[in-house]
């Protein structure tokens, strides 16, 4: 019989060998290293096992994983039984179980493993995709169950773990949500086919210091970034975004604010796209005295010739809204004209693209119908692109956003006037005498 004092929100996962897979996610201090360890030695206690722990660098299991295992074993008085020798670097227990520990920077050395039927990859967003493919297949046991665990802090939604356990290719046409990782921030654990899904913050651990709580909670103020990932323990897009202020509502809602707007001003842009980009055209209203941009229309295309996009917006010729177009693709702009479009080429003079964004930026608000997925896509999690001494480029992005090109466009003709604007024009009227 062995007395372990563990942590609630811990205590069926110990216990729960259903799924193959198992993903530990959370913040920083959750416990979730320290109950996978011990969730490992109360396994291989009860079974002879030959478990696998993998980091991507070899010489970090010894200050992390193998520490944490020696610790477990002398809290629960099993020093006696269970042996951790250094050289090599293992863990072996009475009835012949074993816990062996690799790098993923020693490939050759994964070899010659056999017989492993459970593998932790611990903070599994270190290693590479390819890696952990490959372990999938170093898991293998005649007649025992397989089971692979995975614990990480989460980085970014461009990290492998994120698109294969949750959200594929997100952002882009072919998108696959396996499991929207909202949905298990709330539930907590959530099991999907054979993956058990665990997630923790700091406040799961009853044995942490407040101390360390609270410092945590500091970094809220100078990094919002490192907050969401040690505070919060969620992914999310790293970076800074270009248009914080963006937000999407339900279409008839976006409509009938528009609709009570005084005297709104209608714009259209298009951004034009063959065979690697997108034809993206949108509609917006804006609210010229309280600065709020509306899109509540969109047409979102790829691979079509001029006659085809012609064909689809034929109600442009019918309306003849004015809609501003890329420049650069005079011909096409020509061929949508003798269509009966009323669309001309907008300005683009050297360093137009981010004049353009700091025009955009200037709105205190950018409303987005909830009936522009793409465009929803493309702008909510949009953020500058960093060369490679990680300084922002500030007129390039970690997408190409065909929505936001159309944005420009529409935009060619309006300017919005930011403080610094009114100040100036608060100066130039004093100095007149009005």
Known sequence: MIEKEVNPHFENFLFDWKQKFQFLVGGYGSSKSYHTALKIILKLLEEKR???????????????????????????????????????????????????????????????????????????????????????????????????????????????????????????????????????????????????????????????????????????????????????????VSGTKVLPQFETRPHDEVMATINAIYKPLYRAGMDFGFEESHNALVRMAIDDKEKILYIYWEYYSKGKTDVEIADDLKEFTQTKEKVKGDSAEPKTIYYLQKRGMNISGAHKPKGSRLQNTKKVKRFTKIVCSNNCPNTIRELKNLTYKKDRNGNTIYDEFNIDPHTFSAIWYGLDDYEVVDLKDHKQTYKAIQSLGL
């Not at 993956?195 to 919002?224: G, I, R």
Request: aromatic letters at 10%; a negative charge.
């Open 50 to 236: 030959t478990a696998l722990v993998v980091r991507e660098v070899y010489e970090t299991h010894r200050e992390s994983t193998y520490s944490l295992f020696e610790e477990i074993i002398e809290e629960m008085d099993l020093s006696n039984r269970i042996k951790c020798t250094t050289s090599p670097l293992q863990v072996r227990f009475p009835n012949g179980s074993k816990i062996i520990f690799k790098g993923m920077d020693k490939p050759m050395k994964l070899k010659s493993i056999n017989n492993v039927s459970l593998i932790w990859l611990e903070e599994c967003s270190e290693i590479k995709y390819a890696g952990f493919k490959e372990l999938i297949g170093r898991l293998r046991h005649p007649k025992l169950s397989l089971h692979m665990i995975l614990t990480t802090n989460p980085v970014d939604e461009g990290n492998w773990t994120y698109s294969h356990f949750f959200i594929k290719n997100k952002g882009q046409e072919d998108e696959i949500t396996i499991l929207d990782d909202e949905v298990l921030y709330e539930k907590r654990t959530v099991v999907v086919d054979d993956t058990y899904y665990h997630h923790s913050t700091a406040d799961d651990n009853l044995f942490l210091p407040q101390s360390y709580v609270q410092e945590l909670e500091k970094t809220k103020v100078y990094d919002l970034d490192l907050y969401r990932v040690a505070r919060k323990g969620r992914f999310g």
